[in-house]
């Protein structure tokens, strides 16, 4: 296998995040406001590494107050996925839509910064869409906890990604 595990960064989910019963979040984090504030919001993919529940949570505060697919059992049917590499660096995109909406859960890894004050994280979070423009965009104010091979396993390849079957490998695609 790759390196590109290290490029997911499996680090602990952010307290904010209480997936219910068994599951965990295989990705998540806290929100934050155009002014870079974390907000009391949090989105996460909840599930289960050994299948068969998997599901997108919207937080606020300790309430969820948007979950899709309402039965977790049937997440994996109902949410796509597609990841790769780009100019060596790692991408990943989990899509479903409910009600005329399309929701796009975003990972995007970001090259090193040359300033050793910086610290560079992913751009991450989750975008709204209504018919293909974006409506809404939710930026994690935080690195996201990540575990792109357990959510691969535990959802579909998304029949409208770009590459095709190539899009959902166990080793993604490597693009130039």
Not at 78 to 91: I, N, R, S, T, V
Not at 152 to 168: S, V
Request: a negative charge; aromatic letters at 10%.
């Amino acid at each position: 296998m790759r390196l590109w595990a290290l490029a997911m960064l499996t680090l602990a989910p952010p307290a904010a995040l209480a997936c219910s019963g068994d599951a965990w979040p295989m990705f998540g984090c806290q929100t934050m406001d155009r002014q870079s504030n974390l907000k009391e919001e949090s989105i996460a993919i909840c599930g289960t590494s050994d299948g068969p529940s998997i599901q997108y949570q919207h937080e606020t505060g300790d309430k969820v107050d948007f979950a899709y697919p309402a039965d977790p059992t049937q997440g994996g049917a109902k949410l796509f996925f597609h990841h790769y590499f780009k100019a060596g660096l790692y991408h990943a995109r989990l899509r479903f839509k409910t009600g005329g909406y399309t929701y796009r859960i975003f990972f995007d890894d970001q090259p090193a910064s040359t300033d050793p004050d910086t610290i560079n994280g992913p751009s991450a979070g989750i975008e709204v869409l209504k018919g293909s423009k974006v409506i809404s965009t939710l930026d994690c104010g935080e690195r996201p906890a990540s575990y792109f091979e357990d959510i691969r396993r535990a959802t579909t390849c998304d029949p409208e990604n770009p590459f095709g079957a190539k899009g959902c490998t166990e080793e993604p695609l490597d693009l130039p």
